[in-house]
Nanobody
Framework: QVQMLESGGGLVQTGGTLRLSCAASGSFYSIPLMGWYRQSPGKQRELVATITGTRTTNYADSVKGRFTISRDNAKNTVFLQMNSLKSEDTAAYYC????????????????WGQGTQVTVSS
């Protein structure tokens, strides 16, 4: 099994910063893709950012220029640096990883973090 442990959410004022972390642990061969989703009440789940093992990144238009995703491959950890936070960034943030369980497995499995709440107050 693979566990995803998130940390770093909290309450911040508009314009503030937060840094989320998510570490994968367990038995696996590689993690080709890691990323973050968010969801707030009454809204659809939104893909925030993704990063490949070679550090190719992709961002939702709503966070471009404000959020930065990065990863530490040695520690199997993904980060989300959130700057210039807005009230509309308030949501539960979920990390995920697409994991290859072995060198023989080319179909990755998806594992999720438990979610961390980010609240931006004006």
């Amino acid at each position: 099994q693979v566990q995803m442990l998130e940390s770093g959410g909290g309450l911040v004022q508009t314009g503030g910063t937060l840094r989320l972390s998510c570490a994968a642990s367990g038995s696996f061969y590689s993690i080709p893709l890691m990323g973050w989703y968010r969801q707030s009440p009454g809204k659809q789940r939104e893909l925030v950012a993704t990063i490949t093992g070679t550090r190719t990144t992709n961002y939702a238009d709503s966070v471009k220029g404000r959020f930065t995703i990065s990863r530490d491959n040695a520690k199997n950890t993904v980060f989300l640096q959130m700057n210039s936070l807005k009230s509309e960034d308030t949501a539960a943030y979920y990390c995920y990883a697409e994991v290859r369980r072995s060198s023989y497995s080319y179909n990755p499995e998806t594992f999720w973090g438990q979610g961390t709440q980010v609240t931006v107050s004006s």
